[in-house]
């Protein structure tokens, strides 16, 4: 953590963009005062563009940026979600802990210069390529909390309930052997974590989906939850055979059952619902759950297209994650996530609200800010008082940036900018990034690129 106070010429503050902001930060590492209209003076540290603030990733399995870019081919007959994962599983059974760690390493560098400073890991990597359980049984899970550390990234961890293989199941096939867990493990891999006290380190808890987690694993484990404020997060309807499967197995849809049966609160965060109807969507918005949207991963896996305007129209809080690493920047997934709109519904800035905030970038970044603190565990996040001091100046003459309208600079950041955008990086009022590099950054590749040898 450091403390300090920095100035900006203009910040992006309760929505909008404001002028001559000085930024104070406390020995805590969060905001302890921000206001506009201050001029610069004495003991202020003059920032070298405008400031935004980051975004946290809330949905990331970071052994998968090992497979980013080698699953691009098909030699015969259909390629679908299924047959990726099936492909996936060949890496996932491979990796040991100090590969984890590299790999690790090097997507957090990525995900820093891709403008997110908190990642929330969906983390079902546990044990051996044999099944059996590792001398310490988070020896998966400390690998990346140490490469967060390396980094300079925040991270949540959600060690995830995997418990068969789909629905009616009895357990897992032979390749899913390294994920498997029940509620007891769950809970006290995500207790471990948070009692190591670890800086920029927290847990949560994760259910792999209703195919994986049967109707009494969820309980036990919502049992053992209680009312500890941690974020819960499920992967739910994702794909259309899961929607059927569910409908086939229960006689409802996936986020039917979910909010029918387990009555979810603003605890939980369904990972993609790229499949709902307008009931469905009430349901969750009643509930107070949250939802994260995944475009990247969603467009390379053929998932579909979620339904952005409902899902807006509902007021539920949205968020952004990378999933699978094929991309790794929030500007590209916003770009994703309002293009994909426009392909289907034939119409452009499908997210813009007129009358209230015409700029489509503006009211997707807002609301996926507004919706970063919950599925991390935070009550806020952003440039506000008591958020975690977390920053990203922007270098103006960047690609896509260069001679914008000070207004406009959101709107050219998620859909013109390409290349390094961002000047520096802080998290907890630290300086992680440096025009656009980390200093460790050779190092980290030399490792990443390694492993990548040793596992081809």
């Known amino acids: 953590m450091s403390a300090g106070i920095f100035w900006a010429s203009q910040a992006w ?36 563009g405008p400031v935004i603030p980051s975004l946290v990733d809330t949905h990331s399995h970071a052994f998968q940026r090992a497979f980013a870019g080698l699953a691009e081919r098909r030699d015969s007959g259909d390629d679908d979600f299924w047959s990726w994962r099936d492909r996936m599983y060949g890496l996932a059974m491979r990796i040991t802990p100090a590969q984890l ?119 036990s484990l919502q049992a053992m939850v209680g009312d500890a404020d941690i974020p819960i997060h499920i992967h739910i309807a994702e794909q259309q055979q899961e929607v059927r499967d569910c409908l086939a197995a229960t006689g409802q849809r996936p986020m039917q059952w ?29 509930s107070g759950a949250t939802v994260v949207i995944c475009p990247g991963t969603e467009g390379n896996l053929g998932d579909g297209l979620i339904d952005l305007p409902g899902w807006l129209a509902a007021e539920v809080p949205i968020s952004i994650g990378s999933d699978s690493h094929v991309t790794r920047a929030w ?12 392909l289907g ?14 700029s489509t970038a503006a009211r997707l970044f807002e609301a996926a800010r507004a919706g970063s603190a919950a599925p991390a565990g935070f009550k806020q996040w952003g440039l506000e008082r008591g958020a975690r001091a977390d920053f ?8 896509g940036l260069l001679g914008l309208p000070a207004d ?49």
């Open 392 to 399: 990203l100046v922007l270098d103006a003459d960047a690609s």
């Open 13 to 48: 503050v309760g929505g909008r963009w404001q002028q001559d902001v000085r930024l104070t930060v406390g020995a805590d590492g969060c905001w302890q005062d921000i206001a506009a209209g201050v001029p610069l003076g004495e003991g202020m540290q003059a920032l070298a």
């Open 331 to 342: 500007g590209e997934e916003l770009r994703w996530l309002e293009y994909g709109q426009r």
């Open 258 to 286: 979910l909010c029918n049966a387990l009555k979810p609160d603003a605890r939980w965060h369904l990972v993609h619902a790229t499949h709902s109807t307008p009931d469905e969507i009430e349901q969750v918005a009643g």
């Open 101 to 219: 760690q590299a790999i690790a390493s090097q997507l957090y560098v990525e995900l820093l210069q891709g403008g997110y400073t908190q990642v929330c890991e969906f983390h079902y990597l546990h044990h051996q390529p044999d099944g059996s359980a590792y001398p310490d049984e988070l020896a998966m899970s400390w690998a990346l909390a140490d490469a967060a550390a390396a980094a300079g990234i925040g991270l949540t961890l959600l060690p995830v309930l995997y418990a068969r293989s789909g629905f009616g199941a009895s357990g897992l096939r032979d390749d899913q052997r390294r994920f498997k867990t029940d509620a007891a493990w769950v809970w006290q891999a995500s207790q471990r974590v948070n009692q190591a006290q670890r800086p920029l380190l927290n847990a949560g808890v994760a259910l792999h989906s209703l195919r994986a987690a049967n109707a009494d694993d969820i309980r």
């Open 408 to 456: 406009y600079l959101l709107d050219g950041l998620v859909f013109s900018a390409q290349g390094q955008v961002l000047r520096e990086v802080y998290v907890a009022g630290r300086l992680v990034l440096r025009q656009g590099r980390h200093v460790a950054q050779d190092a980290i590749a030399a490792g990443f690129r390694q492993v990548l040898a040793e596992l081809r």
């Open 345 to 358: 519904l034939q119409r452009r800035n499908v997210a813009a609200l007129p009358g209230q905030q015409p």
